[in-house]
């Protein structure tokens, strides 16, 4: 065995080898689909690389012991009780996410019957009704059957 002070020369290759090994985790982890810092944060500090399937079940916590159930949420604070519903899972529906999805419908309704079939991915994704109220007002050629069919519809597209 050397007892002797590593030298310069060793001191570098020393952290030339370290480097290559903390690539060749973070590689490795990539690979295992993962995050080492995240899983250094749940763990405090112990390092833990999480399989797809331990994190999918929510990492170590989950791994170890079954979480109890979570006992119903009740109306949130603070939200207006007229229009909320709670769901048997404990999620309560808030006046203003209501609203926001019978908008929704509406304009998916409104599409409907302008264009005479069912919105697809695209136009649910976007609003429709929004789309068609910057593209007329940006004054790009219509097609006149297009634009009789938008009066007859009510549409605001001004």
Same mark, same amino acid.
């Given at each position: 065995?050397?007892?002797?002070?590593? $030298?310069?020369?060793?001191?570098?290759?020393?952290?030339?080898?370290?480097?290559?090994?903390?690539?060749?985790?973070?590689?490795?982890?990539?690979?295992?689909?993962?995050?080492?810092?995240? $899983?250094?944060?749940?763990? =405090?500090?112990?390092?833990?690389?999480?399989?797809?399937?331990?994190?999918?079940?929510? =990492?170590?916590?989950?791994?170890?012991?079954?979480?109890?159930?979570?006992?119903?949420?009740?109306?949130?604070?603070?939200?207006?009780?007229?229009?909320?519903?709670?769901?048997?899972? =404990?999620?309560?529906?808030?006046?203003?996410?209501?609203?926001?999805?019978?908008?929704?419908?509406?304009?998916?309704?409104?599409?409907?019957?302008?264009?005479?079939?069912?919105?697809?991915?695209?136009?649910?994704? =976007?609003?429709?009704?929004? $789309?068609?109220?910057?593209?007329?007002?940006?004054?790009?050629?219509? $097609?006149?059957?297009?634009?009789?069919?938008?009066?007859?519809?009510?549409?605001?597209?001004?």
């Amino acid at each position: 065995v050397c007892s002797k002070k590593p $030298n310069d020369r060793q001191k570098r290759v020393a952290n030339i080898l370290e480097f290559v090994l903390q690539g060749i985790v973070r590689i490795l982890a990539q690979d295992k689909d993962l995050c080492a810092y995240e $899983n250094i944060m749940h763990t =405090g500090g112990k390092v833990h690389l999480f399989t797809q399937e331990e994190r999918s079940r929510g =990492g170590m916590a989950t791994a170890e012991l079954p979480r109890a159930p979570r006992p119903p949420r009740g109306p949130r604070v603070g939200s207006a009780p007229s229009g909320d519903r709670t769901f048997p899972s =404990g999620w309560v529906e808030t006046d203003g996410q209501m609203a926001k999805w019978e908008n929704h419908l509406r304009e998916v309704l409104e599409f409907r019957r302008v264009k005479g079939h069912w919105p697809t991915q695209r136009y649910v994704c =976007g609003s429709w009704l929004a $789309n068609q109220r910057h593209y007329y007002r940006s004054g790009s050629s219509i $097609n006149p059957r297009r634009l009789r069919r938008l009066r007859e519809s009510g549409v605001p597209y001004e």
